[in-house]
T-cell receptor
Framework: DAGVTQSPTHLIKTRGQQVTLRCSPKSGHDTVSWYQQALGQGPQFIFQYYEEEERQRGNFPDRFSGHQFPNYSSELNVNALLLGDSALYLCASSLEGTSLTGELFFGEGSRLTVL | KQEVTQIPAALSVPEGENLVLNCSFT??????LQWFRQDPGKGLTSLLL?????REQTSGRLNASLDKSSGRSTLYIAASQPGDSATYLC????????????FGKGTKLSVKP
């Protein structure tokens, strides 16, 4: 059973550029969330996608946008990159339902370095 | 606003010791609490999930407790091993089953052979 997979694992960009990160959820999961983890910090919630719609959003600017596809995979896009966007970007998946535990499963992350 | 605090920030112990990691949260209205392990530069591995109605969960040498009324959780690791060295993160889920996770900054554990 494949877990959450993310690509690319590492990438380097320069200020002002745009980046797209990709995530495939755990088999059978329908909800995808994205988190940003700066060095030495806990992950911060960016947004969550369910049924191809952004359902919740954390305190991140509009430069951060996303998409969920019919197969539940997801993309995170960041425009006009800033040095402060350098971080580990984590994707998490879950299966929604009031009778379920709500446990989140995370991928290995995409390490973004902005120069 | 929910805030999660983990104490200590770092911990070094000799192999074989039993240890406790602490997590506190400011708002007791949580849906569940999840403990994760993170190796350097890697993603998060779920260790234990405690629903708001539960008091504890156990998996192997790990035991997590939850006292929702006091806003505290502990992760107990028995007979620590060098392979347990990692950062341990505590996260609470708010806003019901569809809510997001709010994380602490983690406790970096080092187990010396």
């Amino acid at each position: 059973d494949a877990g959450v997979t993310q690509s690319p694992t590492h990438l380097i960009k320069t200020r002002g550029q745009q980046v797209t990160l990709r995530c495939s959820p755990k088999s059978g999961h329908d909800t995808v969330s994205w988190y940003q983890q700066a060095l030495g910090q806990g992950p911060q919630f960016i947004f969550q996608y369910y049924e191809e719609e952004e359902r919740q959003r954390g305190n991140f600017p509009d430069r951060f946008s996303g998409h969920q596809f019919p197969n539940y995979s997801s993309e995170l896009n960041v425009n006009a990159l800033l040095l402060g966007d350098s971080a580990l970007y984590l994707c998490a998946s879950s299966l929604e339902g009031t009778s379920l535990t709500g446990e989140l499963f995370f991928g290995e992350g995409s390490r973004l370095t902005v120069l | 606003k929910q805030e999660v605090t983990q104490i200590p920030a770092a911990l070094s112990v000799p192999e074989g010791e039993n240890l406790v990691l602490n997590c506190s949260f400011t708002d007791s209205a949580i849906y569940n609490l999840q403990w994760f392990r993170q190796d350097p530069g890697k993603g998060l591995t779920s260790l234990l999930l405690i629903q708001s109605s539960q008091r504890e969960q156990t998996s192997g040498r790990l035991n997590a407790s939850l006292d929702k009324s006091s806003g505290r959780s502990t992760l107990y690791i028995a007979a620590s091993q060098p392979g347990d060295s990692a950062t341990y993160l505590c996260a609470v889920r708010t806003g019901g089953s569809q809510g997001n996770l709010i994380f602490g900054k983690g406790t970096k554990l080092s187990v010396k052979p």
